[in-house]
C-alpha cells in the first residue's frame, strides 16, 4: 500500500457503493482523495466517517469542462461512476444507460489523457461478455478472451466494452496513458441500493427479508435455477488497488476478470437470506418475465496471475450477514 501515499487520487462515483469502500481504504494508506459524484445514487454518508480527509465535488461527469478540472493535477484517476441499476432498469431504459455512459466514460478519458494522468483505473463489468455464453445455468466460466464476437445482452455491456475499446486505442494510438481494466461481477456489500425497483438481488432480497411480512410477498424474478457468481467488496476494493499500482511497471494492465470463482443458484442466495433473517418466509418466484441470463460466472485464473497474491477472503455467508446488519440499521434509521 506505500504506492499510495502521498498520491493525490481522484474517485468517480466515489460516494457510491464501491467508492464509499475504496475512498477510506486510500485515505488510510496516505493518499490525498479528491471523491467526484452526481448522488444520483451516491450518499454523502456514506464517507461521514473520512469527510475532513477528503475533498468532495458533486458534479455531473456529462459536463466535459468541469471534468477536465477536476482531474487536473491527479496522479491516479479510478473511474468508478457508471449508469447503472437493477435489471428492469437496464431493459427499461436501454438508450439512457447507452448514452450516459458512453458520455461519462467518453468524457473521464478524454479529460484524464488532455491532463496528463499518469495512472487510469477503468471499472468494466461482467456484462460485456457475448449472451450466448451466458444461456445455461452451469455455463462454463468465461476467459477474458472471450469477449469477442462480441453480442452482450443488455446496452450497458455494450457501453462498458466500448469503454474498454477507447482504452486500448488510446493506448495503441500512443497517447499518454497507463490503464488497468477490470471486468467486475458480482460485487456486495455494505451501502448497496436496496431500492426494489432499481437494486440487484441480494440487497433486494435482504430488504424485502426485513420487511416480511409487511413488504409481502418474498419476490424472486426468474425460476431461481439461475446462477451468479458474488464476490465481497472488500475483495474488489483489494483488486483494484493492486491492479492500479502494477501501472509503474506496466503501460496496461488488463482486462481481466475481478470477483470470485464458483456460483450460487437465486434460490439457493434467496433461502439463505431468509434463514439469516430466522424469519419462515414462503419464497414466491416470478417466472412471467423471460429469463435473460441463465448463467453467469466468470474464469478469475488470470487476476491470480497478474496481481500475484490476490483471492477473495470473505466467505458469501459472513459478507451476507453483514450485509444483513447494514440494511437493517439503514432501514431503522429511516424510520
Known amino acids: 500500500m506505500s504506492y499510495w501515499s502521498q498520491k493525490s487520487v481522484l474517485v468517480t462515483g466515489g460516494a457510491g457503493f464501491i467508492g464509499s ?172 441500493d436496496f431500492n426494489l425497483a432499481t437494486g440487484s438481488a441480494i440487497p433486494v432480497f435482504i430488504r424485502r427479508a426485513i420487511e416480511f411480512p409487511k413488504l409481502s410477498p418474498f419476490r424472486v424474478l426468474g425460476t431461481g435455477a439461475e446462477t451468479r457468481s458474488f464476490c465481497f467488496v472488500s475483495d474488489i476494493v483489494d483488486g483494484i488497488l493492486k491492479s492500479t499500482s502494477k501501472l509503474d511497471d506496466q503501460p496496461f494492465v488488463g482486462p481481466f476478470n475481478l470477483g470470485a470463482e464458483g456460483r450460487v443458484t437465486i434460490g439457493d442466495l434467496a433461502r439463505t437470506v431468509v434463514e439469516i433473517s430466522g424469519k419462515d418466509i414462503p419464497i414466491f418466484f416470478d417466472t412471467k418475465h423471460p429469463t435473460l441470463i441463465w448463467g453467469q460466472a466468470l474464469d478469475c485464473h488470470l487476476v491470480s496471475k497478474l496481481l500475484g497474491d490476490w483471492h477473495p477472503r470473505v466467505s458469501m455467508r459472513a459478507g451476507l450477514e453483514r450485509c444483513y446488519a447494514d440494511i437493517a440499521a439503514r432501514l431503522a434509521s429511516a424510520t
Open 21 to 192: 469502500h475504496l475512498v477510506p481504504t486510500l485515505v488510510a494508506a496516505g493518499a490525498r482523495v479528491a471523491v467526484v459524484d452526481n448522488l444520483e445514487r451516491g450518499h454523502r454518508e456514506f464517507l461521514a466517517a473520512v469527510a475532513g480527509n477528503i475533498e468532495f465535488f458533486q458534479h455531473d461527469l456529462l459536463d466535459y469542462p468541469g471534468t477536465l478540472k477536476l482531474c487536473a493535477k491527479r496522479d491516479v484517476v479510478i473511474h468508478l461512476a457508471s449508469k447503472v441499476g437493477g435489471i428492469g432498469y437496464y431493459t427499461g431504459k436501454p438508450f439512457e444507460v447507452f448514452e450516459a455512459n458512453l458520455r461519462m466514460d467518453g468524457n473521464v478519458l478524454e479529460a484524464v489523457i488532455a491532463q496528463g494522468v499518469p495512472h487510469y483505473f477503468y471499472a468494466s463489468s461482467a456484462h460485456v461478455y457475448p449472451i450466448e455464453l451466458q444461456q445455461d445455468a452451469e455455463a462454463p466460466p468465461i476467459r477474458e478472451d472471450q469477449v469477442i464476437p462480441a453480442h452482450p445482452e443488455l446496452s450497458y455491456g455494450w457501453a462498458k466494452l466500448m469503454g474498454e475499446k477507447r482504452i486500448e486505442y488510446a493506448i495503441a494510438e500512443g497517447k499518454n496513458l497507463r490503464a488497468s481494466v477490470a471486468r467486475i461481477i458480482g460485487a456486495y456489500g455494505p451501502n448497496q
